[in-house]
């Protein structure tokens, strides 16, 4: 009886330990407040503070049609689709690759740094011209009326990528903008959505945005105020089903871009 007692005080004891070690190893970015503050920070507004501080979110299909003006067209094609893949993977939303460009709602544009004026004046207009000096690729989007995401263009320069070892992540950031996380912030780490960072694929942090971005309560349209309950809701359904404790291993092995490291 008294052996029996000892046991299960130890029992007790190891299980406290174990849980407070738990917790010590719970990174920054899985904390809620965290994972609130940073999905406020880059869903609302624009880059360039531009347009008004609401969610953006696509209602209908992505069909992504590409553009080659360059050479090794299989490689990028690849790269593209298999990021796509993943992201189709993370929002349950439908996103695919289409071959004809009168069915497309993305185009993306793997181009030069001599071309990539002219097509953003063609393509867009003067206001995102103004912006290109300084970025190695550039994307945008419109909206309709209702904050809802109907057409997006992603150029990539790929020779002005390649210079900055940053063709890998123009692919995987600016499709992942276009979905409607279109800021970056120094704060939010770790992310790709970070100009500061060596992330060059999703990270945990970023497949809990966008499974934020994407659960059906979260409405094109809402204003701070009116999404934070419905984050916060999010955040606490993510918790309760183990999704935010296993973000990062999931991330890694749901991504095939992934496995090219």
């Known amino acids: 009886m008294i052996q ?40 609302l507004g624009s880059e360039y503070n531009t347009a008004a501080r609401v969610i953006h979110k696509w209602r209908k299909p992505v069909r992504v049609y590409v553009t080659h003006q360059v050479g090794d067209q299989a490689l990028h094609e690849s790269l593209l689709s298999q990021h ?13 690759l289409t071959d004809r460009a009168d069915q497309a709602n993305v185009r993306v544009f793997f181009t030069q740094e001599s071309r990539l004026i002219p097509l ?38 790929v020779d002005r990528a390649r210079r900055h070892a940053k063709l890998l992540a123009c692919i995987v ?13 120094d704060a939010v780490y770790p992310s790709i959505f970070n100009d500061k960072s060596t992330d060059t694929l999703l990270t945990g942090l970023d497949d809990l945005l966008l499974r934020i971005l994407y659960t059906p309560a979260i409405k094109p349209g809402m204003n701070e105020a009116q999404v934070k309950p419905k984050v916060r809701a999010a955040i606490q359904s993510l918790q309760q089903k ?18 090219l490291f």
């Open 4 to 43: 029996h007692c000892w046991k299960r005080y130890w029992l007790i004891a190891l299980l406290a330990f174990s849980s407070h070690g738990a917790l010590a190893e719970t990174a920054h970015w899985q904390q809620p407040s965290f994972i609130e503050q940073s999905f406020l920070t880059i869903a």
């Open 84 to 96: 796509i893949a993943h992201l189709k993977k993370i929002t349950q939303h439908d996103i695919a």
């Open 120 to 157: 953003l004046k063609k393509y867009t207009g003067a206001s995102t011209v103004k912006n290109e000096r300084g970025s190695v690729c550039i994307a945008s989007f419109r909206r309709n009326a209702q904050s809802e995401i109907v057409e997006a263009r992603i150029f990539i320069p």
């Open 173 to 185: 950031e600016e499709i992942t903008q276009v979905l409607g996380l279109p800021r970056d912030d």
């Open 242 to 259: 183990g999704m935010i404790t296993n973000a990062a291993l999931r991330v890694r092995s749901e991504g095939e871009l992934y496995q």
